[in-house]
Every structure is written in structure tokens, then in C-alpha cells.
């Protein structure tokens, strides 16, 4: 069975300074994982995704992810955080091998503060 | 270009009646899922779907069942509302592989009282 953590339920940065949102995973074949962001009142959208190739992935509106397997982690990274980042993010996964069976974490609150 | 619809987007029950969430996308997508959030739960997977006809369970499928007869449409019925479905229901689609990124709607409100 696959599984998807994401140890933070809320993470604060100053606007400026770098941020991280944790996301580690578990899958018997290889992972296809992904991040989603969420705002206020609003459905899903898709940020990046890591299928295979570079373990560092860049995604949208600056964000980028890296792909560890010794840890089986995918963390989310932004290098300067802004206001407008603040949002509920979500680290998904799924096993290449498996078709369709996406299986999303509880979610991280991302609070930037100016 | 609509992309993924879902109705209604707010509904109130009572506990025992039965309603059908409907969702729709316009993109071709063979993949279609329905997914529930709660809150400090994230999204969970009820239902989700590969292709017209064939249909699977996700994490949570209990109370719930779905039917996929053509490629657009994957609507999610629930036959006696409890008050544990209260929830928020999204409704999402997606092609697989290198071009896989799930598309949601905007979501559906249930509350059952």
C-alpha cells in the first residue's frame, strides 16, 4: 500500500526568507509524486511533479521540489517566500505501476508574514 | 474551455435521503477521481476511474458508489446520507504519465444534518 506524510500541519516564514514544506512517501514500485496548492475557497491546482529524471524539479510561481529516494522524501522549497504564497499545500503520490490510485497527505498550512 | 464542472456546489441533506454529486470535464481525460477533504484530514480518495465502464475503490468507498458510462461524465451517488459524509467533495481528472496532472473542479459542500 502506498502512503503520502506530511509531518507539519502549519509552517511560518517571513516574507523574503526561504521556506520548506516536508512531504516523505511510501510505495512498493516507483513513485510518481506531485504537489498541489489550494486557496482559500478555491479547488486544487496542480505546482510540479516528479515522474523520473532530475531529482530537482521546478514548478510554478517559483517553486521547486527534490526528489530523495534514500528518503524517500519530496520536499517543496520556494528560495524567497511572498504573502500571496500563503496557502494549504499537498504532497501526492502514486505507484508508477498502479494506474489512477493518487493518494494525497493531510496538507500543509503555509502562513507568510510580511 | 470549462474544464472540470461540478454540481451542486453547496447541498444540505437529511440523514437517509440519497443524492447524486455530478462532474464533467471537456479535456478527453481517460482519469477521473472523486476525492472528500476534511479538515486536518486532507483529500481522500472514494472513488476513481480509468477509463468509460470500469470504475475502482479508493481509500474511503464506504457509503458511496460511482458509475462511468462515458468519458465525460463520473457522477458519485450516495444512497442514505449520514452525517459522517458531511464534507467537501471534489471532483478531479487527468491523463496519465508525462502529461499526468489532475484538473479539479471547484467543489461540492454537502452537509447532512
Known amino acids: 500500500a502506498q502512503s503520502v506524510a506530511q509531518p507539519e500541519d502549519q509552517v511560518n516564514v517571513a516574507e523574503g526568507n526561504p521556506l520548506t514544506v516536508k512531504c516523505t512517501y511510501s510505495v512498493s514500485g516507483n513513485p510518481y509524486l506531485f504537489w498541489y496548492v489550494q486557496y482559500p475557497n478555491r479547488g486544487l491546482q496542480f505546482l510540479l511533479k516528479y515522474i523520473t529524471g532530475d531529482n530537482l524539479v521546478k514548478g510554478s510561481y517559483g517553486f521547486e521540489a527534490e526528489f530523495n529516494k534514500s528518503q524517500t522524501s519530496f520536499h517543496l522549497k520556494k528560495p524567497s517566500a511572498l504573502v500571496s504564497d500563503s496557502a494549504l499545500y499537498f504532497c501526492a503520490v502514486r505507484d508508477g505501476g498502479s494506474q489512477g490510485n493518487l493518494i494525497f497527505g493531510k496538507g500543509t498550512k503555509l502562513s507568510v508574514k510580511p | 474551455n470549462a474544464g472540470v464542472t461540478q454540481t451542486p456546489k453547496f447541498r444540505i441533506l437529511k440523514i437517509g435521503q440519497s443524492m447524486t454529486l455530478q462532474c464533467t470535464q471537456d479535456?478527453?481525460?481517460?482519469?477521473m477521481y472523486w476525492y472528500r477533504q476534511d479538515p486536518g484530514m486532507g483529500l481522500k480518495l472514494i472513488y476513481y476511474?480509468?477509463?468509460?465502464?470500469?470504475?475502482d475503490k479508493g481509500e474511503v468507498p464506504n457509503g458511496y458508489n460511482v458509475s462511468r458510462s462515458t468519458t465525460e461524465d463520473f457522477p458519485l451517488r450516495l444512497e442514505l446520507a449520514a452525517p459522517s459524509q458531511t464534507s467537501v467533495y471534489f471532483c478531479a481528472s487527468s491523463y496519465l504519465g508525462r502529461n499526468e496532472k489532475l484538473f479539479f473542479g471547484s467543489g461540492t459542500q454537502l452537509s447532512v444534518l
Open positions: 476511474s480509468v477509463g468509460a465502464g470500469i470504475t
Open positions: 479535456m478527453n481525460h481517460n482519469y
